[in-house]
């Protein structure tokens, strides 16, 4: 069974510009949580979707937002992209929203670099 | 709110050595769940180890085992029989009930190297 993909690995943009990050869970996935990394930080919750919906949502300004498909693809984009949005993006399915129990599995991960 | 503590930045071990890795955590709930991820240089998190906090009873996997203690809110990690492959950056996290959904919380990080 293929794991968790997220596209694309790698990318630049300036500020102020806005991006669009794309993950596609493991096939019979419903939940998909975003996660940033960066050094100062460490990892943090950004949002979790499940059928379509999100179920919760971290600490993260209004600029950070997300959806997902009745695929269960998700997708997160940032508006007005700042220096300090420069992390790896991290994206994790899990099999259901119906019990905690099920576990994460992460995808490879995005780096966005903010010049 | 809940909060994860790796308190070692930085450990060493001798290739075939045993090395402990240590978690704290603080939580007023009484179901959770605690996970140990692998991140290497490739920054793939990888599931180690998880332990269900209903469960008395140590997890282990291989070579990885666990020393949860739920009343002093501690969560080791021992590798046993370091190898190369081992060495990267290792991260306890958190997850609580129904009302956080999938949400982890996540120590700072431990970077493991493994020394031939």
């Known amino acids: 069974k293929a794991g968790v993909t997220q596209t694309p690995r790698y990318l630049i943009k300036t500020r102020g510009q806005q991006v669009t990050l794309s993950c596609s869970p493991i096939?019979?996935?419903?939940?998909v949580s975003w996660y940033q990394q960066t050094p100062g930080q460490g990892l943090q919750f950004l949002f979790e979707?499940?059928?379509?919906?999100?179920?919760n949502k971290g600490n993260f300004p209004g600029r950070f937002s997300g959806r997902q498909f009745s695929n269960s693809r998700s997708e997160m984009n940032v508006s007005t992209l700042e220096l300090g949005d420069s992390a790896l993006y991290l994206c994790?399915?899990?099999?259901?929203?119906?019990?905690?129990?099920?576990?994460?599995?992460f995808g490879p991960g995005t780096r966005l670099t903010v010049l | 709110a809940q909060t994860v503590t790796q308190s070692q930045p930085e450990m060493s071990v001798q290739e075939a050595e045993t090395v402990t890795l240590s978690c704290t955590y603080d939580?007023?709930?009484?179901?959770?769940?605690l996970f140990w991820y692998k991140q290497p240089p490739s920054r793939q998190m990888i599931l180690v180890i998880r332990q269900e906090a209903y469960k008395q009873q140590n997890a282990t996997e291989n070579r990885f085992s666990v020393n949860f203690q739920k009343a002093a809110k501690s969560f080791s990690l021992k590798i046993s029989d370091s190898q190369l492959g081992d060495a990267a950056m290792y991260f306890c996290a958190y997850r609580t009930g129904e009302t956080s959904g999938s949400r982890l919380t996540f120590g700072e990080g431990t970077q493991l190297t493994v020394n031939p």
């Open positions: 979707y499940f059928s379509e919906t999100q179920r």
């Open positions: 994790a399915s899990s099999l259901a929203r119906d019990t905690f129990r099920n576990t994460q599995y």
């Open positions: 096939s019979g996935h419903r939940s």
């Open positions: 939580t007023s709930e009484s179901d959770y769940y």
